[in-house]
């Protein structure tokens, strides 16, 4: 009894810390805000929520005309802001320079850019093709590294800024089927833990977002050449809205948290692989070395069980081609 109320005070005590250390969020109330993949999926959500907040918003993809569909529907969430959208390839570095270069003597200076270009393509690694490998690696890789490098400069000159990477829950952990996009998006963590480093004493905030699986045109996409298996280690995870995780990155980036995770699973997966990452308290600190060990038996479990699930679809096929036989 009595540790049990020990640990009830501790638990209470850490919650009022954790609400009390809470860094408020930065407005975007007149500023520009620049979203690379903002025509679709997660970067739209993320460029109406910038509107909603007051700012000028541009959005950056290929197609044309879903940059013009995406937006009038941000449009209507403006007061009397400008919505500008480029076509530009992200993986093009000479292009995209030259592009921001021109939105910010046309709109004014970037105060956040939020990476949310990429794509997912799935399958055993033996099927991948070249061409499959080139663009996974182009548009999440260099797609992300390219437009913050032709804004990194201004932000430092400026002493302020925010930059966002849209990593997934396969940064912090591989999965069968993703070993290309896993290996990416493993890259963006590299990317963005180094790069905080870089802008710290710039006073210029790095966001690695982190979403699970999200019910976008991207997703659907992906959905496609989503080996069996893949479909069934990522059932249990459900699917989220777009505006769901864009509101939680759009909270993580504004209070400079490092990392966006989103749901208990996000929580315990990023708790778990926390590693040598920035953090904002002391209090995040205490929790998560105190989670981590018993974290770690709890994952244990999970790897075992994504093996079997591995291996019953194995025994499936197996017997599956013996019938056909
Ligand atoms: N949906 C999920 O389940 C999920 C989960 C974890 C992480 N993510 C990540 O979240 C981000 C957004 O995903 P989403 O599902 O919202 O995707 P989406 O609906 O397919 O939207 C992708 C956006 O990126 C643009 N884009 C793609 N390739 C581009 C290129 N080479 N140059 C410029 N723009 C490009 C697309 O427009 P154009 O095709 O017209 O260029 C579109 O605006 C991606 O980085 C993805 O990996 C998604
Ligand atoms: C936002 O747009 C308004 C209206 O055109 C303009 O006056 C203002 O300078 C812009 N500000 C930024 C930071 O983009
Ligand atoms: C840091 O950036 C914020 C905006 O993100 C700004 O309000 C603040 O004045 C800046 N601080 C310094 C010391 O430049
Ligand atoms: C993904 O594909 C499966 C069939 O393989 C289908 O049942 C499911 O509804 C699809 N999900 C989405 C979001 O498209």
């Given at each position: 009894?009595?540790?049990?109320?020990?640990?009830?005070?501790?638990?209470f005590i850490v919650v009022v810390l954790k609400f009390?250390?809470?860094?408020?969020?930065?407005?975007?109330?007149?500023?520009?805000?620049?979203?690379?993949?903002?025509?679709?999926?997660?970067?739209?959500?993320?460029?109406?929520?910038?509107?909603?907040?007051?700012?000028?918003?541009?959005?950056?993809?290929?197609?044309?005309?879903?940059?013009?569909?995406?937006?009038?529907?941000?449009?209507?969430?403006?007061?009397?802001?400008?919505?500008?959208?480029?076509?530009?390839?992200?993986?093009?570095?000479?292009?995209?320079?030259?592009?921001?270069?021109?939105?910010?003597?046309?709109?004014?200076?970037?105060?956040?850019?939020?990476?949310?270009?990429?794509?997912?393509?799935?399958?055993?690694?033996?099927?991948?093709?070249?061409?499959?490998?080139?663009?996974?690696?182009?548009?999440?890789?260099?797609?992300?590294?390219?437009?913050?490098?032709?804004?990194?400069?201004?932000?430092?000159?400026?002493?302020?800024?925010?930059?966002?990477?849209?990593?997934?829950?396969?940064?912090?952990?591989?999965?069968?089927g993703y070993s290309i996009y896993s290996s990416c998006k493993?890259?963006?963590?590299?990317?963005?833990?180094?790069?905080?480093?870089?802008?710290?004493?710039?006073?210029?905030?790095?966001?690695?977002?982190?979403?699970?699986?999200?019910?976008?045109?991207?997703?659907?996409?992906?959905?496609?050449?989503?080996?069996?298996?893949?479909?069934?280690?990522?059932?249990?995870?459900?699917?989220?809205?777009?505006?769901?995780?864009?509101?939680?990155?759009?909270?993580?980036?504004?209070?400079?948290?490092?990392?966006?995770?989103?749901?208990?699973?996000?929580?315990?997966?990023?708790?778990?692989?926390?590693?040598?990452?920035?953090?904002?308290?002391?209090?995040?600190?205490?929790?998560?070395?105190?989670?981590?060990?018993?974290?770690?038996?709890?994952?244990?479990?999970?790897?075992?069980?994504?093996?079997?699930?591995?291996?019953?679809?194995?025994?499936?096929?197996?017997?599956?081609?013996?019938?056909?036989?």
């Amino acid at each position: 009894m009595f540790y049990i109320s020990i640990v009830v005070v501790l638990i209470f005590i850490v919650v009022v810390l954790k609400f009390l250390t809470k860094p408020s969020p930065k407005s975007l109330k007149s500023r520009h805000v620049v979203i690379t993949g903002g025509s679709s999926g997660i970067g739209k959500a993320v460029a109406v929520l910038a509107a909603r907040k007051g700012a000028n918003v541009t959005i950056i993809a290929r197609n044309i005309e879903k940059l013009e569909a995406a937006k009038k529907e941000i449009e209507s969430q403006t007061a009397n802001q400008i919505v500008t959208t480029i076509s530009v390839d992200v993986s093009d570095k000479e292009a995209i320079e030259e592009k921001i270069l021109e939105i910010e003597k046309s709109v004014g200076p970037v105060f956040m850019l939020v990476n949310c270009a990429g794509l997912a393509i799935c399958g055993k690694l033996e099927e991948m093709t070249k061409k499959d490998i080139n663009q996974l690696i182009n548009v999440n890789l260099l797609g992300t590294i390219y437009p913050i490098q032709a804004l990194l400069p201004r932000f430092k000159e400026r002493q302020e800024g925010i930059v966002v990477l849209t990593g997934s829950v396969v940064s912090l952990m591989g999965l069968f089927g993703y070993s290309i996009y896993s290996s990416c998006k493993f890259a963006l963590r590299g990317l963005a833990e180094s790069l905080y480093q870089e802008l710290k004493l710039y006073n210029v905030s790095v966001t690695l977002a982190l979403p699970p699986d999200t019910d976008t045109p991207g997703f659907e996409t992906e959905n496609k050449s989503k080996p069996k298996e893949t479909k069934l280690l990522s059932e249990s995870g459900g699917l989220l809205a777009p505006e769901a995780v864009a509101q939680k990155l759009m909270d993580d980036a504004l209070r400079g948290h490092f990392f966006s995770h989103v749901g208990l699973e996000g929580f315990i997966v990023t708790t778990l692989c926390i590693g040598m990452s920035p953090f904002c308290s002391l209090v995040d600190v205490a929790i998560e070395a105190t989670l981590l060990g018993p974290l770690r038996l709890i994952a244990a479990f999970y790897v075992k069980h994504f093996e079997g699930i591995i291996f019953k679809c194995s025994m499936e096929k197996k017997n599956n081609q013996k019938k056909e036989e």
